[in-house]
């Protein structure tokens, strides 16, 4: 079965400070691995997928993360934060093409505090 | 171009009672999904529906359900209303053959 875990249900950092969101997986096919953003009574976001292809993802709002499947990690990073970033990150797996439904199976989330 | 929507944007209902909520997709998307997302947690699938039928579930019980429409629009229907069932329902769609999903803002369900 597939899960997710994000390690650190809170992260505070610096604004100008590297960002950085741990997540792993586990997944029994190859994975599609997604990161998403949620702001204050809001819903979810895209910042960045991965789908097989290269494995350093460049997603929206200065975000990138890197698909390593010998460590069947996907980490979300971001060189300098900003104080527009404080939200709910997600991490969210999916069987990829085995499943044509592309069910999301997500973590159970990361809050981002940005201190000015 | 009118992303996800869904109706209403929060609702009180008491136990036991029973409630609807709605989603239109994105223009161009054929597929919805919901989600359930309860405070502090990340989203859980409920089910998936394509070409007005429900194509998998999720570990829901039979009280939620839902139905898709011509239009590709959905409702989730859940009955006997629990305390538990309190939480941001999100729906989701995409264009069948892709992988990414939109999600709309989500309705705030809250059982007293």
């Known amino acids: 079965a597939q899960s997710v875990t994000q390690l650190g249900s809170h992260v505070s950092v610096s604004e100008g400070a590297l960002v950085l969101l741990r997540c792993n997986y586990s997944s029994s096919v190859p994975p599609y691995l997604f990161w998403y953003v949620q702001y204050p009574n809001q819903g979810l976001q895209l910042l960045l997928k991965?789908?097989?292809?290269?494995?350093l993802v460049k997603g929206i709002n200065g975000f990138e993360a890197e698909f390593k499947k010998s460590e069947t990690s996907f980490h979300l990073t971001k060189p300098s934060a900003h104080m527009s970033d404080a939200a709910e990150y997600f991490c969210a797996v999916s069987d990829g093409p085995m499943d044509s439904s592309y069910k999301l199976i997500f973590g159970s989330g990361t809050r981002l505090l940005v201190r000015p | 171009d009118a992303g996800v929507t869904q109706s209403p944007t929060h609702l009180i209902k008491t136990r036991g009672q029973q409630v609807t909520l709605r989603c239109s997709p994105k223009?161009?998307?054929?597929?919805v999904s919901w989600y359930q997302q309860a405070l502090g947690q990340g989203p859980q699938f409920i089910f998936q529906y394509y070409e007005e039928e429900e194509r998998q579930r999720g570990n829901f019980p039979d009280r939620f359900s839902g139905h898709q429409f011509p239009n590709y629009s959905s409702e989730l229907n859940v009955n006997a209303l629990l305390l538990g069932d309190s939480a941001l329902y999100l729906c989701?769609?995409?264009?069948?053959?892709?992988?990414?999903?939109?999600f709309g803002p989500g309705t705030r369900l809250t059982v007293t």
């Open positions: 991965y789908t097989s292809a290269a494995t």
């Open positions: 223009s161009g998307h054929d597929t």
């Open positions: 989701a769609s995409r264009e069948v053959r892709d992988n990414e999903q939109y």
